[in-house]
């Protein structure tokens, strides 16, 4: 169970960050997957812009969204409805992404991700919101 929060990746260490959580391979398909998992979960909130990274003990996590503090979740992939802040948000979408990208590429970036990821959430303060997202 986490017993702290992630860090937000420094600007510096940003450029490694998407290769190291999804794989230089992937790295493309994944990062727009992200992006297009949060505009399909978030219709009415969500309209594209920056995104902060975040890891835990140096290992990558998630990616979430900075454009509002919280976000609506509703949509055709999901049957939760509620708003969340960006953080779950992000988590939400990333785990999305592991999910679905995992039905259609081997990689152990995506199956290792989405374990560390998920053992992660056990700790957040909105690991029940999330949990009802992504079941």
């Keep these: 169970m986490t017993q702290h929060p992630a860090t ?3 600007e510096e260490r940003r450029p490694a960050f998407l290769p190291e959580l999804f ?3 992937m790295l493309i398909v994944a990062e727009n997957t992200v992006y297009a998992m949060m505009d399909r979960l978030s219709p009415r909130d969500y309209g594209g812009g920056h995104w902060n990274f975040y890891e835990d003990r ?3 996590l998630f990616l979430a ?3 509002k503090p919280r976000l609506r979740i509703e949509g055709e992939i999901t049957c939760f409805e509620g708003e969340v802040s960006a953080e779950a948000a992000g988590i939400i979408a990333t785990l999305f992404t592991f999910s679905h ?5 081997r990689s152990s ?5 989405y374990e560390r990821l ?3 959430v056990d700790g957040h303060p909105e690991a029940s919101e999330i949990y009802q997202t992504i079941d």
């Design 58 to 60: 140096g290992q990558p």
């Design 109 to 113: 970036f995506l199956s290792d991700g």
């Design 101 to 105: 990208l995992s039905f259609q590429f």
């Design 118 to 120: 998920h053992a992660y």
């Design 23 to 25: 794989g230089v391979p």
């Design 65 to 67: 969204p900075t454009s």
């Design 8 to 10: 937000l990746v420094p």
